[in-house]
Nanobody, 115 residues
């Protein structure tokens, strides 16, 4: 069983930056594709970014250039560096891990972008 715990959310002004972290338990982290999703109030959950076990990355068009996903397998942690934040980035951000047909989700961390 894998548990994912997000941290790093908070209130930030437009144009600011935040770094989210997602710490994973268990021994299979290095084999997992890790992703970030987000869900804004009243909207469906949407894909943000992913990083494969080999380090390949992919981004939603809405965050390309502004967000960077990375991982540290020694720390069982995936990060999401978010720059040039906009009010429309306000959402609960969820960490997802996928391996061998199994999906794991964290409980989310709230990011609010507001002046």
């Amino acid at each position: 069983q894998v548990q994912l715990v997000e941290s790093g959310g908070g209130l930030v002004q437009p144009g600011g930056s935040l770094r989210l972290s997602c710490a994973a338990s268990g021994s299979i982290f290095s084999t997992m594709t890790m992703s970030w999703y987000r869900q804004a109030p009243g909207k469906e959950r949407e894909y943000v970014a992913a990083i494969s076990s080999g380090g390949s990355t992919n981004y939603a068009d809405s965050v390309k250039v502004r967000f960077t996903i990375s991982r540290d397998n020694a720390k069982n942690t995936v990060y999401l560096q978010m720059n040039s934040l906009k009010p429309e980035d306000t959402a609960v951000y969820y960490c997802n891990g996928y391996s061998n047909g199994m999906d794991y989700w964290g409980k989310g961390t709230l990011v609010t972008v507001s002046s």
